[in-house]
């Protein structure tokens, strides 16, 4: 089945920083979501980005399929931003339905 | 409802006892996935219902657990004779409405607890 491994795991900034957090993925998709978990632990959706770039305030999204891989850039950090970025992948040559999550980037912003 | 529901928030049970989860998803969606989240992992993937049917149920870790969604719309995960290792939390997403079709949509979780 698809790999998806996420870099960096543990990542702590100063609230105003930049960041980009990574998805590698092993296979071809046709899915590909991005979620931030919150501390109470919702899952709550910040792109649905099977391909290309889209932006939605601080945060964007960019995916090339082609090179197996997305990014996610969030821009002037804030403490609300702080909880763990997972990327959910669906696809690869087996035509599974199954999402497959990476391990996660735990984001500490701090004040 | 305007997002996915869970019952319970909370569950905690004794070993070797049975325990249902509930699990409302958005109003018109088509598909319904359930995952398991233990501690410091992300969401494993269990079954996956595409109306009534278990469209893929190759993430359930062994006969102890099953799920069904007899109408297409409400599921329940069941679990029987629990052990401690079946201790996390069990997410409930649905998707297919309009035009986010693929997009999940999660519930908030039901935390179980085997003691």
């Known amino acids: 089945g698809i790999q998806v491994e996420q870099s960096p795991p543990d990542l702590i900034l100063q609230e105003g920083a930049n960041s980009t957090l990574r998805c590698n993925f092993s296979d071809s998709v046709n899915n590909l979501q991005w979620f931030h978990q919150n501390p109470w632990g919702q899952l709550i959706n910040l792109f649905y980005i099977p391909s290309g770039t889209k932006q939605n305030g601080r945060l964007s999204a960019t995916t090339v399929a082609t090179e197996r891989y997305s990014l996610l850039y969030i821009s002037s950090s804030q403490t609300t931003d702080s909880g763990v970025y997972f990327c959910?992948?669906?696809?690869?040559?087996?035509?599974?339905?199954?999402?497959?999550f990476g391990t996660g980037t735990r984001l500490k912003v701090l004040a | 409802g305007a997002g996915v529901s869970q019952t319970p928030s909370n569950k905690v049970t004794e070993k070797g006892k049975y325990v249902e989860l509930r699990c409302d998803p958005i109003?018109?969606?088509?598909?319904l996935y359930w995952y398991r989240q233990s501690l410091g992992q992300g969401p494993e993937f269990l079954i996956y219902?595409?109306?009534?049917?278990?469209?893929?149920d190759s993430g359930l870790p062994n006969d102890r657990f099953f799920a069904v969604r007899p109408e297409g719309s409400v599921s329940t995960l069941k679990i029987q004779r629990t052990e401690r290792g079946d201790s996390a939390v069990y997410l409930c997403?649905?998707?297919?409405?309009?035009?986010?079709?693929?997009?999940?949509?999660f519930g908030p979780g039901t935390r179980l607890t085997v003691l």
């Open positions: 219902f595409q109306g009534t049917g278990a469209a893929d």
């Open positions: 959910a992948v669906r696809g690869g040559t087996s035509g599974t339905y199954k999402y497959i």
């Open positions: 109003s018109g969606h088509t598909a």
């Open positions: 997403a649905s998707s297919g409405g309009g035009s986010s079709y693929n997009e999940q949509f």
